[in-house]
Each structure stands twice: as structure tokens, then as C-alpha cells.
């Protein structure tokens, strides 16, 4: 693993981690686009590790748009990702079960990504869709990440 990328992992803040990833993405072996994906959401969560929400924040470059507000979400994974194609999203709360299917059905699943070989993920969501789940609070404490 690059000396640098090794650095930006294990700073203090998961929030300064975030903000370097931006000024140091193209270190890593496969460029940001390939980063990216859309976490769909699932019915149940058995066979999967579920991981709660490790901490969140207003992150207005998320989506790579800074005219709108949008929210981070962060998860620390138990295993490292070794297939970001294969999270899912959950949530046993009703309202916030219903934003996760308005994302479903209007986006095909949630903004995020996570990198193979490393042990974490995100989730990027709006304004709107965090309102609709009853807010950030709310969808922090609900929203679970499946990895399999």
C-alpha cells in the first residue's frame, strides 16, 4: 500500500481522512469513477455482516456538486471490502426503510462506495432523501450497511 494512502487511513479524523481523499485520489491503483457505485437496497439483512453508521457529517462535495447540501455517512467495515458491488442497505425503521425504497426506486439504490482491500465505506445522500428519513440523526442510527 502506497506510504501516503497509509497516512490519510490512519489520521486521527475519519473527517481529515475524507478531505485528503480528494487531493490524494489519484493514488489509488484504479481511478475514482471505478470508486463509485450504487448500494442497493435489500429486504433482509441475513447472510450479511450489518455495520452501523460510524460517524456523519454535511459534506457538500459528496456528489461532487458544492451547490447543494448533502450528507456523508461512514462506515467502519469488520472485514475489509472485497467486493463493493456486493453492499446492500437496511433499515427495520419504517421512515427510514421508506427513503431507502424512494432511492431504490427513483436511482436504482444509494450513492457510495467503498475500496477494495480497505475497511471502509460511504454513503453520500441529499438534503431531501435525509429529510424524507426523518433526518441525519435518524438515518445514522437506522441505516445499516450489509457487506457480505
Not at 98 to 104: F, K
Not at 128 to 141: F, L, P, W
Amino acid at each position: 500500500m502506497d506510504l501516503a494512502i497509509q497516512n490519510v487511513l490512519s489520521s486521527a479524523s475519519i473527517r481529515e481522512a475524507h478531505g485528503h481523499f480528494y487531493a490524494l485520489r489519484g493514488l489509488f491503483p484504479i481511478d475514482r469513477a471505478a470508486l463509485v457505485n450504487i448500494i442497493e437496497r435489500a429486504w433482509f439483512s441475513l447472510g450479511y455482516r450489518v455495520v452501523s453508521v460510524n460517524s456523519w457529517w454535511v459534506d457538500s462535495w459528496c456528489d461532487d456538486d458544492p451547490s447543494d447540501q448533502d450528507y456523508l455517512f461512514y462506515y467502519v467495515t469488520p472485514a475489509p471490502v472485497s467486493n463493493p458491488d456486493g453492499l446492500r442497505v437496511f433499515s427495520a425503521d419504517l421512515l427510514v426503510d421508506a427513503m431507502l425504497a424512494w432511492y431504490q426506486l427513483w436511482y436504482g439504490g444509494v450513492n457510495g462506495f467503498g475500496v477494495t482491500e480497505y475497511n471502509f465505506a460511504k454513503i453520500c445522500l441529499g438534503d431531501t432523501g435525509v429529510a424524507m428519513g426523518g433526518g441525519a440523526g435518524r438515518v445514522a442510527a437506522y441505516m445499516k450497511l450489509l457487506q457480505p
